[in-house]
């Protein structure tokens, strides 16, 4: 990006956080609580924290937007796959490779692991070792909708992290394909709790960052998808002149940087990324939502965070289940097994 560019749409991303939250200030619908987290966890041992990791990703933000995706994206990938127990943020050990090493993962921005331990370090500091790094990365993940000029949210804290490492299947497993189509995902998501309209409102998260040539160019050659826009289609052939050519381009063509519900308009000019994202107007099911969020961006924040906090909450570890890590990348020392033994019954006792 030219640095008028960004300086640009660092101005329109000023305006839009100065004046647009106050559509979600009236009472919101959110889900009910997985037991084990609550909406004050650390309100009296971290009052802070919401603070703390605000101002420091409005810091991070200032310098380079597109970290905002990289985190928000990490988080969905950590929930997905065994729950949100900070497991994607475990570097790969001699233990065996963990979820970074899984292909989805190969695109992850490695700065957003950096960001998410800074953020510990300062939470730590500030507090003690008492937030987990899985409620670091939730929060994260919200105020990266919020600074990029989306909707405010309650996030529900308490997680625990967890001990193992999710394997390179469950990854694959978990995490839907790019070449998925609506019906595919649509089945996908079901099994973890989420209908059609939870499917259409995570996937705004698309609004933001940024894709490979190889999560799209299969739309591209050797036959161009018949659901995909001829200028459109042009000008990607031309970032990317191959099947699986080096390249990048942005998610959202409308407001590439701006957390807005302009993914849903690119999806109904047939300006969709991947499959996974075009297929949403295509499919009859799902059609129509991608339309009333087009048209209503109010519903769509409402949704997404009604959503986002589901996300939050797949099979979390509470209670004295997992750890809180010290280092977001590796899990605490090894404790003795009878150590690990009482804990374990703890966990079941207080899960009564
Ligand atoms: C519904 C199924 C989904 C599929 C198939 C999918 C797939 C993908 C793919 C293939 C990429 C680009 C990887 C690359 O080529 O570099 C990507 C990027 C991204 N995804 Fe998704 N995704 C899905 C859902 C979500 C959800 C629920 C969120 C968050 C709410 C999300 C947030 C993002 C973000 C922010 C990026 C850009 C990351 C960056 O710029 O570093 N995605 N996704
Ligand atoms: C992409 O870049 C890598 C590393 O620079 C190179 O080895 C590979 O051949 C390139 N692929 C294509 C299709 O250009
Ligand atoms: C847009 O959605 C919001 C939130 O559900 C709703 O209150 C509002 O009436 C809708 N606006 C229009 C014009 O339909
Ligand atoms: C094998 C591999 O490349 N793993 C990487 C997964 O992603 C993280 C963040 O980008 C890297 O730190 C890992 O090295």
């Not at 084990?36 to 933000?61: A, K, M």
């Not at 570097?91 to 090493?101: C, D, I």
Request: proline share 4%.
């Amino acid at each position: 990006m030219t640095s008028s560019a960004s300086f640009i749409s660092l101005l329109f991303l000023s305006s839009l956080i100065l004046g647009s939250h106050l559509s979600l200030t009236r009472a919101q619908p959110t889900p009910p609580l997985v037991g084990g987290l609550s909406w004050t966890f650390h309100r009296t041992n971290c009052p802070n924290l919401e603070t703390i990791v605000r101002d420091y990703l409005r810091q991070v933000f200032r310098d380079d937007i597109g970290q905002a995706a990289g985190l928000l994206r990490i988080h969905f990938h950590d929930c997905f796959v065994q729950g949100c127990d900070g497991s994607v943020l475990l570097a790969g050990s001699a233990s065996g490779p963990g979820e970074q090493e899984a292909p989805p993962n190969l695109t992850l921005r490695p700065q957003a692991f950096t960001i998410i331990n800074e953020l510990r370090n300062r939470i730590h500091r500030a507090c003690g070792q008492i937030v987990s790094c899985s409620d670091i990365t939730a929060l994260a993940a919200r105020d990266s909708v919020f600074l990029s000029g989306g909707p405010d949210y309650r996030v529900p804290l308490g997680r625990r992290d967890g001990l193992t490492f999710a394997t390179r299947d469950a990854t694959l497993e978990n995490l839907p394909f790019f070449g998925s189509t609506a019906r595919e995902l649509i089945a996908s998501v079901a099994t973890k709790g989420f209908d059609a309209t939870d499917l259409v409102a995570i996937s705004g998260g698309h609004t933001i960052g940024r894709g490979n040539c190889g999560s799209f160019t299969a739309r591209l050659y050797p036959n161009q998808d018949v659901n995909m826009d001829q200028t459109y289609a042009k000008n990607l052939k031309r970032i990317c002149p191959a099947l699986n050519s080096n390249g990048t381009t942005v998610l959202d063509i409308r407001t590439p940087n701006i957390f807005d519900n302009r993914y849903y308009v690119d999806l109904m000019n047939r300006q969709g990324l991947f499959m996974s994202d075009q297929d949403l107007y295509t499919d009859r099911t799902t059609r129509p939502i991608v339309t009333s969020f087009a048209i209503n961006q109010t519903l769509f924040y409402e949704r997404f965070a009604f959503s986002m906090i589901k996300i939050g909450m797949l099979d979390v570890l509470t209670g004295t289940q997992g750890e809180v890590r010290a280092d977001c990348s590796r899990r605490n020392a090894a404790r003795t097994y009878v150590t690990t033994l009482v804990d374990d019954q703890e966990g079941e006792i207080a899960s009564f």
